[in-house]
């Protein structure tokens, strides 16, 4: 699968944005979903993740109550709603899909258990 994402800028503290990631194939809600995010000079991080149907998301605690992950899996794309956001949310943001050969229920936090990656959008968050 292929993952395109989009929807990142530059917002001022407190703003929000809403980040998209388009997968190409008919097989997309066959895959387990999840967001990364590497801010200059530090390693990548998770950010949220979402099960094949939707009905289970998991949070990094440093957003968990202002970011919200969702999909369509009728439009083959995976969102992240991103509310009050802070400048240490600066980053470039990933998507990334894991498939059910993966450890992802174990451990859906894990970047190594993500098998295909989107080439990354910035989002840049002024104080």
């Known amino acids: 699968v292929q993952l395109q994402a989009s929807g990142g800028g530059l917002v001022q503290d407190g703003g929000s944005l809403r980040l998209s990631c388009a997968a190409s194939?008919?097989?997309?809600?066959?895959?387990?979903m999840g967001w990364f995010r590497q801010a200059p000079g530090k390693e990548r991080e998770f950010v949220a993740a979402?099960?094949?149907?939707?009905?289970?998301?998991y949070y990094a605690d440093s957003v968990k109550g202002r970011f919200t992950i969702s999909r369509d899996n009728a439009k083959n794309t995976v969102y992240l709603q991103m509310n009050s956001l802070k400048p240490e949310d600066t980053a470039v943001y990933y998507c990334?899909?894991?498939?059910?050969?993966?450890?992802?229920?174990?451990?859906?936090?894990?970047?190594?258990?993500?098998?295909?990656w989107g080439q990354g959008t910035l989002v840049t968050v002024s104080s």
């Open positions: 194939g008919r097989t997309f809600s066959s895959y387990y």
């Open positions: 990334a899909a894991a498939t059910v050969h993966s450890g992802w229920l174990q451990s859906p936090e894990r970047a190594y258990e993500y098998l295909y």
């Open positions: 979402i099960t094949r149907n939707g009905t289970s998301t």
